[in-house]
């Protein structure tokens, strides 16, 4: 039997109003980008300014000082997704065996990991930072990437999500089968644990990618910088920088949307396996 | 998470000039280098020949700076001494430095060669022992290059040296000669000018302000405070004396309490879009700042070109010509470097070689601070087009001749930074008590200072 | 492979919950099921020993150094529990603390009702452009800070923002969104733009895990969309319901970036104890009093836990229902 759907015009109007107040600062974001450092602070701030100025300002930022903000980009790139992949991978792992298994001391651990991370992390920034470089791993891409790869939010993450995700029902019928639990967790669950492990991707992606104050700890030389710490050594150039960091404002405000795009191609990109749930039949849009 | 970037050290403190790029001749004797003819002086130093040896012996420093394109005057080094490679690392400009720095001092690991650290900072850090001593390396020869005050700054309380000045900010007042014209104002001579002014002006056009005081901006405040002879800060060693709200102070706190009560000056918080906007309108009608301003107003605010003149500081008392500083940076070699001598010869030959010292005010626009180039023709004659053709240069070179000689920073500016803003930019945003607010500044400076092992004395 | 909607409801709400007690027969097949959880160790492991060095370890040093104190001249010496005594009664974490627990109330609510409508709305199907939908409530949150930095300086701006322009022309006054009345709300907007659609996206990806044999059992039963949202989807949501509830007192009590942000643009309404957070740092970066910024963090983390626990057990009150 179809089930005739009928689209509601009330909550897409609703959603609408919500897109727009999402969209909002990012379209002034855009329209910041095509204008000159001049236009920006002359114009009204939410249309065009007098010149289109989106390409030369795309051009300069990429080439400004032999194309750091490419070197960042890329260094960007690199922490970003190894550790989100690292930390997927991490979180999934140990979020479907605290979910799908029961051992002893399993519900301490979960209390004790939960109550580690209500400790805020700027606590934590001067003791790791002591002991990275006892070991030598300060100004070291290291230094960015280790951390992230240990998300607790990832972690309880997929434990909330294996616990229903993945069938108990399932697991028991490739065990009767002769499977050992490995092979159930790559075979069986691993596929119910998509929609949630591109979850985890996603979020660490956008957080590392985001991330400012490690980096900023953790690195001295500029040639190991993220696009975060590196944009805003840009921004303080421009207040009392040489006169020849003439544009620079407008080329952090072009550098940041700039890498924003990325997150939006990861996140079209991964969505799709959102759609690939154990539902079969789902209701499609 | 973010780190604040302190607005004392946002201005990059890189004194800057009108007298950027073209139109600008370089004296020549670039060959002549005056540090490796370096005398040795004061007893106990390194002698020449370790000196020479020194300069000879592969070597790599790493020197932290913000300055940007500081390679192009490295490479003139490295041109005159081969040997002697120089690893150039940004690691951020003002606070996430220090910061670093600090932590790798702490850490007793990565700290740097030599560093980039404005004049405000040394007492943060040579309280921790960060620099090494630069007298044994002849260091002392250089003092009577640099202007009076400048030299004052970086030397110690035992006539220890810490560093080389590189630039400075020596403050002045830069206004709009269309605004002023249109409301027919004089340029202001004495600070009662000034107020006069300001009443004349705002009444005249209420959206228009003779100048905007930043209820953030601590640093443009210490520097009025400077000018008008307040010592805010005396330091021997762990014994601090606090005289935050000395007379000078209240003079200062007072006066701009009183205009902003007025109503007639702004006190937007600066280098925030809002206050570029400001500015790019014309609702600010001058600037006081420091002599790196010109060239940071030709790149930020472009549209207002030809409109800006440049005059010294309005004075307390008519007839005198004295001045204060904001900004400016010198070259420290740090504790804990593997080649002090070759490190203590780089920071000397940067900031004492007649063509670096040229390079960074032609290349950089940092406004110098050694006599020979201050007095030089062809930076004085420079004519800046922002500033209709103006010798800016000229004049704040004259201005930095004036800067009182006295003045010192505390060990622990960061502190001072915040219980300022907490007070007196406070008051000056809420438009209360000014001059009372100095005195809580005083009192919260001083109970953080105690707690932290100081001997303080307040006024 | 479609199961009745009641075996499959069976299992979900078994799945989680401990095997039942067995009798003595069975006890050998007790001790198979206990070593196979065990080989739960094996899956917890590796995330378990990144988290013991990158999290604990720091922590531990955090926590050891919490009971020193360091002066600048002086040196370090050790104070027991001093430091924690002292933020005790210190005023500034204090108001601190209450800042972030009005914030909470405030901002937590609107937020997670948001996002709870999005994510249902985004499923139905009733929902034209979805997908657009999607990305579009998470872009913010993909956001960097310098660059909301600013973007909210200028649209808080209180000459040059749209809301004060408008304003202008209107002849009115816009609102003082950066002084110190405004500043509260201010901020909870700025979170409610940038994390909505991030806990939108953790309840959607819950959601997909909801069989569609329910669904189509239920509008067999002649259920609407709307009454298998609130039915059917609301209660399937609850655990992860829960799990956005705890993130989001941890991130209101440890609100650190947006205040932080905003600091440049009104440096004199936000101090640097504006929220506890702000205050450990500059605690640490600015007044060189880092063994008393980890003490004032270890007590920030209690707070947390406590509200966590208050939280917890008034929703699992309120679900016995």
Same mark, same amino acid.
């Given at each position: ?48 300014g ?28 690199i ?61 070291t891409?290291?230094?960015v990437i ?8 990832g ?18 019928a ?35 990618w ?76 | ?31 002549s ?14 002698s ?11 070597t790599?420093?790493?020197?932290? !700076?913000?300055?940007p ?14 040997a ?31 560093s ?30 640099f202007?009076?005050w400048?030299w ?19 403050m ?16 202001p ?29 601590v ?16 330091v ?21 309490g ?30 006081? !700042? ?46 804990? !470097?593997?080649?002090p ?14 063509? !670096? ?32 053709g ?17 003045w010192?920073?505390p ?44 001997h303080?004395?307040?006024? | ?139 913010p ?148 009093e ?32």
């Amino acid at each position: 039997m179809t089930v005739l759907r009928r689209r509601s015009n009330l909550l897409t109007v609703a959603m609408l109003v919500f897109l727009l107040y999402s969209f909002f600062p990012l379209f002034w974001l855009f329209i910041s980008s095509t204008k000159t450092t001049g236009d920006l602070f002359s114009t009204f701030g939410l249309w065009f300014g007098h010149r289109f100025a989106l390409i030369s300002n795309i051009r300069l930022a990429l080439t400004y000082s032999h194309g750091e903000y490419l070197r960042w980009l890329l260094n960007t790139l690199i922490y970003s997704v190894t550790s989100a992949v690292g930390a997927a991978c991490l979180a999934t792992f140990s979020g479907y065996g605290f979910a799908k298994y029961t051992f002893a001391g399993r519900n301490a651990l979960l209390a004790a990991v939960l109550g580690t991370i209500m400790v805020p992390v700027t606590a934590l920034a001067i003791p790791t930072y002591f002991l990275f470089s006892k070991v030598g791993l300060v100004d070291t891409p290291w230094a960015v990437i280790l951390p992230s790869l240990v998300s607790p939010f990832g972690f309880f993450l997929m434990w909330v999500y294996a616990r229903d995700a993945v069938n108990d029902s399932i697991m028991d019928a490739a065990r009767i089968d002769g499977a050992g639990e490995m092979a159930i967790f790559f075979r069986v669950s691993l596929r119910s644990l998509a929609p949630g492990f591109v979850t985890v991707v996603l979020f660490t992606l956008v957080a590392t990618w985001n991330n400012y104050f490690l980096p900023l700890i953790m690195l001295s030389d500029s040639k190991y910088f993220p696009i975060t710490v590196g944009l805003s050594v840009w921004e303080s150039e421009t207040a009392g920088g040489g006169g020849s960091n003439s544009a620079l404002t407008s080329m952090v405000v072009t550098g940041a949307m700039l890498s924003v795009i990325p997150l939006i191609v990861a996140f079209i990109f991964l969505q799709r396996y959102w759609q690939s749930g154990l539902s079969a039949g789902a209701v499609k849009e | 998470m973010q780190i604040p970037e302190k607005r004392f050290t946002r201005r990059g403190m890189l004194a800057l000039t009108g007298a950027a790029a073209a139109g600008l001749a370089i004296d020549a004797c670039s060959s002549s280098s005056s540090s490796s003819g370096a005398t040795a002086t004061a007893s106990g130093t390194v002698s020449q020949s370790e000196i020479n040896k020194a300069m000879k012996t592969p070597t790599t420093l790493t020197f932290w !700076t913000w300055v940007p394109d500081i390679s192009k005057e490295v490479a003139v080094f490295e041109r005159q001494y081969p040997a002697i490679k120089i690893n150039v690392v940004n690691p951020g400009q003002g606070t996430p430095l220090y910061t670093k720095l600090r932590t790798a001092l702490d850490a007793g690991k990565g700290t740097p060669d030599l560093s980039q650290i404005e004049y405000q900072y040394i007492p943060t850090f040579s309280i921790l022992k960060g620099f090494v001593d630069l007298r044994p390396y002849g260091a002392a020869a250089n003092a009577g290059k640099f202007v009076d005050w400048v030299w004052r700054q970086v030397t110690g309380p035992n006539g220890e040296i810490y560093a080389y000045p590189q630039d400075t900010g020596p403050m002045g007042m830069l206004y709009r000669e269309d605004i002023f014209a249109k409301h027919r104002i004089s340029v202001p001579a004495t600070w009662d000018d000034f107020a006069t002014a300001a009443h004349k002006l705002h009444a005249a056009d209420s959206g228009t302000y003779l100048t905007n005081t930043a209820d953030n901006e601590v640093a443009a405040w210490h520097g009025l405070m400077w000018q008008a002879g307040s010592r805010p800060y005396t330091v021997h060693g762990t014994t601090v004396g606090l005289a935050l709200d000395d007379a000078a102070s209240k003079k200062v706190a007072n006066y701009w309490g009183g205009l902003v009560a007025d109503g007639v000056i702004s006190t937007d918080p600066d280098f925030t879009s809002n206050w570029y906007q400001g500015l790019d309108t014309g609702k600010y009608a001058s600037w006081l !700042t420091g002599a790196w301003g010109p060239a940071f107003l030709a790149g930020a605010i472009k549209s207002t070109a030809g409109k800006w003149r440049a005059a010294p500081l309005p004075q307390w008392n008519s007839g005198q010509q004295v001045a204060g500083n904001w900004g400016g940076s010198t070259n420290a070699v740090i504790k804990g !470097t593997q080649y002090p001598i070759a490190a203590a010869k780089f920071a000397e030959f940067l900031n004492t070689n007649p063509t !670096t010292t040229a390079m960074f005010n032609t290349q950089q626009s940092l406004f110098p601070s050694l006599k020979s180039l201050l007095s030089s023709a062809s930076f004085s004659s420079y004519k800046s087009p922002f500033f209709g053709g103006q010798q800016a240069n000229k004049l704040f070179a004259q201005i930095s001749a004036t800067v009182n000689v006295n003045w010192q920073w505390p060990p622990f500016l960061d502190q001072s930074i915040t219980d300022w803003t907490a007070t007196v930019g406070k008051a000056l945003g809420s438009k209360s008590n000014v001059a009372a607010a100095t005195t809580q500044w005083e009192s919260q400076l001083a109970s953080y200072a105690k707690a932290q092992g100081f001997h303080v004395t307040t006024s | 492979m479609s199961r009745p909607a009641n075996q499959v409801l069976g299992s979900r709400l078994a799945a989680g919950s401990p095997p039942p007690a067995s009798s003595a027969p069975q006890r050998g097949r007790r001790r198979v099921r206990a070593r196979r959880g065990r080989y739960g160790y094996v899956f917890a492991l590796p995330f378990l020993a990144c988290f013991a060095l990158l999290f604990v370890l720091p922590l531990g040093y955090a926590l050891y150094r919490s009971l020193f104190k360091t002066q600048l001249v002086g040196g370090t010496v050790f104070a027991g529990l001093a430091n924690y005594t002292q933020a005790l009664t210190d005023g500034q974490f204090l108001a601190g603390v209450s800042r972030v627990a009005l914030f909470f109330v405030m901002q937590v609510p609107l937020m997670l009702v948001l996002a709870l409508v999005a994510a249902l709305a985004i499923d139905s199907g009733l929902l034209r452009l979805a997908r657009l939908t999607r990305l579009g409530i998470f872009i913010p949150y993909a956001v960097p800070g310098v660059v909301a930095a600013l973007m909210w300086g200028y649209l808080y701006g209180p000459d040059f923002g749209p809301a004060a322009q408008l304003a202008a022309k209107l002849h009115v006054t816009a609102p003082d969104f950066l002084g110190r009345t405004l500043m509260l709300p201010s901020i909870a907007n700025i979170v409610t733009w940038e994390f909505t659609g991030y806990n939108m996206i953790v309840l959607y990806a819950a959601l997909r895990t909801v069989p569609r044999e329910l669904y189509e059992a239920a509008a067999v039963d002649g259920a609407g969309p709307w009454r298998i949202a609130w039915r059917i989807k609301v209660p399937a949501l609850r655990p992860a319901l829960l799990l956005t509830l705890m993130f989001s007192v941890i991130g209101s009590f440890q609100l650190f970036t947006e205040p932080d942000l905003l600091q440049s643009v009104a440096p004199t309404v936000i101090g640097p104890s504006y929220t506890p957070n702000l205050y450990a740092y500059s605690l640490a970066f600015t007044s060189q009093e880092p063994d008393y910024a980890a003490a004032v963090s270890f007590l920030l983390g209690l707070v947390t836990v406590i509200i966590s626990y208050a939280v917890l057990y008034g929703a699992s009150r309120r679900s016995r229902r």
